[in-house]
């Protein structure tokens, strides 16, 4: 990442054209150094280095953009307005003749990256397996990396843990989890959903596959006294067996793959009993612009989350209607509140960079980290991205008419 490619001069003369097209129309700020300002007005991004800022981005389109940014070549001092800015931009950036022929100067994603059964585990331990103790510094108290669903925004620090437990209630209340149901987890997390289930008396098995997740989340059950109903086994989806009453599953559709989609959703459908139910929550991105980022690598899925696809709300009807005898019988959308539940985790990590550092990620790690968090905000600050919540019952079920949100797919709280 350190050094700067070399591109060909023709390459580059292409990539500064559109760069300063794109730049002089959008509603920032643009400072380079020895050039002329762009832009409308708006967030102030600052080029400090243009020869490398444009080498990056001619050799490696939005993953140079990103690596030059952890290079330090450019900055801005609003790092999620302009962040924004661009994601709300995002379809118009590349001219459209370019758009059309994505498929020959974008990067693809690497065959290395495929969430097989081993690629998963490989995948799931780049990231969730980097330390415990790093996400304890900018979680709250839960434990819960994955959004909240707040009372009220703009929200507070205070307000996160209680917001927590509010999105975890309504899945379990989704899926009509209380005493005595059998339940299956998909993706443990640090393990405070399985506590709150078996609290309400279900019998929960949960399943990951990150080894330094499942550890803690062991240590929590057993902390709540709660060990006699909760199991926690490192363990693939596909790996699975048995049937259950319910089965929930947070943010974890994301780390599938979309070849894998159809298989995902049939071992819900075969691990569900008659009259189940089952609760997702899934980050979501308009079905356009899946399609145009599918099968190409972006620089989420090169430093952050190798092997990650978003779904759109699309998509995940589509696959459950075509390919498994489930229905969506509720889908709402709150992707206000995941911009706030990043926005607290970002102040929160910069807040506490010293003690990031002591233990051992070094200064580029820590600008990486702050501009996913960051680019993430803005993805549902421009509405780029949203979270939802979907219920799927099996399709000769009776509908589900108490489910929130089942009359409109999409609502935003």
């Known amino acids: 990442m350190t050094t700067v490619p070399q591109v060909p001069a023709w390459r580059r003369t292409a990539a500064r054209a559109i760069l300063t097209q794109a730049f002089r129309r959008l509603p920032l700020s643009v400072v380079t150094a020895g050039g002329e300002p762009l832009g409308q007005g708006g967030p102030l991004l600052r080029v400090h280095d243009p020869d490398a800022f444009v ?22 001092d609003d790092l999620v307005g302009v962040l924004t800015v661009l994601a709300g931009n995002a379809s118009t950036l590349v001219p459209a003749p370019l758009q059309r022929l994505r498929g020959l100067w974008a990067p693809r994603q690497p065959d290395a990256q495929r969430n097989t059964l081993n690629g998963s585990r490989t995948n799931i331990h780049r990231h969730y397996d980097l330390s415990n103790d790093l996400f304890k510094l900018f979680l709250d108290d839960t434990l819960t990396y994955s959004s909240a669903l707040f009372e009220t925004l703009p929200a507070g620090w205070d307000d996160l843990p209680a917001a927590q437990h509010r999105k975890i209630d309504r899945l379990l209340d989704l899926a009509r989890v209380g005493p005595g149901t059998h339940l299956l987890e998909i993706g443990t997390g640090w393990g405070e959903l399985a506590v709150r289930a078996a609290e309400r ?3 929960v098995r949960s399943v990951t596959l990150s080894a330094e997740q499942l550890a803690l989340a062991r240590r929590r059950v057993r902390e709540a006294g709660l060990q006699s109903r909760v199991d926690i086994d490192l363990c693939d989806y596909r790996q699975v067996t048995g049937r259950y009453d319910a089965v929930v599953s947070v943010e974890m559709i994301e780390a599938v793959g979309a070849e894998y989609w159809p298989a995902y959703f049939r071992r819900l459908d075969a691990l569900t009993a008659p009259g189940g139910r089952i609760a997702l929550q899934a980050i979501t991105m308009p079905h356009d612009r899946m399609l145009a980022s599918a099968g190409t690598h972006t620089w989420i899925q090169k430093y952050i989350f190798p ?6 709300v699309q998509a995940v009807q589509d696959t459950v209607t075509t390919r498994t005898g489930l229905r969506v019988a509720a889908c709402e959308g709150y992707g206000p509140h995941y911009a706030e539940t990043l926005r607290l985790w970002r102040e929160r990590f910069g807040e506490r960079a010293d003690e990031v550092r002591q233990l051992g990620f070094d200064a580029t790690f820590r600008r990486m980290w702050t501009f996913y968090l960051a680019y993430s905000e803005a993805g549902f600050r421009s509405r780029y991205l949203d979270v939802h919540q979907f219920l799927l019952t099996h399709a000769d079920d009776t509908p589900a008419d108490d489910a929130p949100g089942a009359a409109r797919n999409g609502a935003q709280r």
């Open 55 to 76: 080498r990056r981005i001619a050799d490696q389109g939005l993953i140079g953009f990103g690596e030059s940014y952890m290079a330090r070549e450019w900055d801005a």
């Open 307 to 312: 092997g990650g696809l978003i779904p759109s």
């Open 201 to 203: 008396g279900a019998r």
